[in-house]
């Protein structure tokens, strides 16, 4: 499955360099220019991770993170910004409970190994979902046996722990 990232950044040549750069990597890429057009995009668009700029016109990026955070909440999010100070990381990472935080002008090798691993740690909280619907949907299923023929579930081991078989 291919999980799309989403790029918001003010500055055209930022959006075009990331996209280009994530593109390369396989990864496809969605691009908004405000926080506005960003959740516009995510309202049409699955998106595993939301790269944003900090410093935007209206919507500032922990502001879009925090809706992020609320309505979509396995989606990753990601600061980047070249006004990086120590109580806008903090704003950040409380309002907006980010995965990364990157700084202009980043690592390109930093930048590529977050959203790697971005994209893992995304694929395993879908698996890890989708494991607990089928434990679920086997419980009931269990259960409903269990109510049609009682003790069907039921295990008897021995001292050692081992299972007994009865042929009565």
Known sequence: MHHALLIVDDEEPVRRTLSRTLGADGYRVLTAVSGE??????????????ITDH???????????????????DTLRVVLTGHADLKMAIEALNQGAL???????????TLRQMVRLGFERFGLV??????RDTVAAQDRILRKLEEEHPGI????????G???????
């Open 99 to 109: 995965f990364g935080f990157l700084t202009k002008p980043w690592e390109e090798h």
């Open 126 to 131: 879908l698996e890890n979902s989708q494991l």
């Open 162 to 168: 081992a299972v007994v078989i009865d042929d009565e």
């Open 55 to 73: 410093k935007m016109a209206g919507i500032s990026g922990v502001d879009l993170l925090k809706q992020v955070h609320e309505r979509w909440p």
């Open 37 to 50: 057009e960003a959740l516009t995009t995510l309202e049409h668009e699955a998106v595993a991770m939301v």
């Open 153 to 160: 579930a039921s295990v008897r081991r021995d001292a050692s």
